[in-house]
């Protein structure tokens, strides 16, 4: 099945500079890369996805980058804000089940972003 | 809005005890998913149900099992609830076209306490 790492485990960056959290996943087939922000209390939401058919996506301040033949893929925050500070979580497809239904995802552990004033 | 309700959002249990969390997704979404999220581990998936009546085993199926018996209701049981099941749970679902995986709208979660 997929495996999915996360680094770092924890980032600390000054208020209106930039943040990068980076995702190695193993398996080639996969072809879905969401990142997802928990804030506390809350469930998990959506920010960002890219297919495997681009390079790069951006909305707003966020960007997310898939370099597919090092199967590897970035979250980028810029101009980062208070409301930034969450944990963010990467994923990817668990793999298709003989069932044929929609993927479960594999998670990374997560990354504890810290917004300081 | 797509809506994920669960049923609880803290629950305290007692070791040997049957538990039963429940989620419901007004959205007619034919996926759903229940993770567990511990610190450090980040979210494992427990089971799916791609329809109704459908289950299939994630990653970590061991001492759960699950129930779908209508389309926007999907429970999680734990026959014989032990302190190592203590976690945050978290239900997803998600709607289907035929070879693309979309984006999962989670519930707030269940805290989970078994004493």
């Not at chain 1, 963010?88 to 497809?93: L, N």
């Not at chain 2, 229940?34 to 149900?49: E, K, N, V």
Request: glycine share 10%; with cysteine; hydrophobic share 30%.
């Amino acid at each position: 099945g997929e495996n999915v790492e996360q680094h770092p485990s924890t980032l600390s960056v000054q208020e209106g500079d930039s943040a990068v959290i980076k995702c190695t996943y193993s398996d080639s087939a996969s072809n879905y890369f969401p990142w997802y922000k928990q804030e506390l209390g809350k469930g998990p939401q959506l920010i960002i996805d890219i297919r495997s058919n681009v390079g790069e996506k951006k909305d707003q301040r966020i960007a997310v980058t898939l370099n597919k033949t090092a199967k590897h893929f970035s979250l980028h925050i810029t101009e980062t804000q208070p409301e930034d500070s969450a944990v963010y979580f990467c994923a990817a497809p668990v793999g298709t089940y003989s069932g044929g239904g929609a993927d479960g995802l594999t998670f990374g552990k997560g990354t504890h972003l810290i917004i300081q004033p | 809005d797509v809506k994920v309700t669960q049923s609880s959002r803290y629950l305290v249990k007692r070791t040997g005890e049957k538990v039963f969390l429940e989620c419901v997704q007004d959205m007619d979404h034919e996926n759903m998913f229940w993770y567990r999220q511990d610190p450090g581990l980040g979210l494992r998936l427990i089971y799916f149900s791609y329809d109704v009546k459908m289950k299939e085993k994630g990653d970590i199926p061991e001492g759960y099992s699950v129930s779908r018996e209508k389309k926007e209701r999907f429970s999680l049981i734990l026959e014989s609830a032990s302190t190592n099941q203590t976690s945050m749970y978290l239900c997803a679902s998600t709607g289907r076209l035929a070879g693309r995986t979309y984006e999962q709208y989670f519930g707030p979660g269940t805290r989970l306490t078994v004493t």
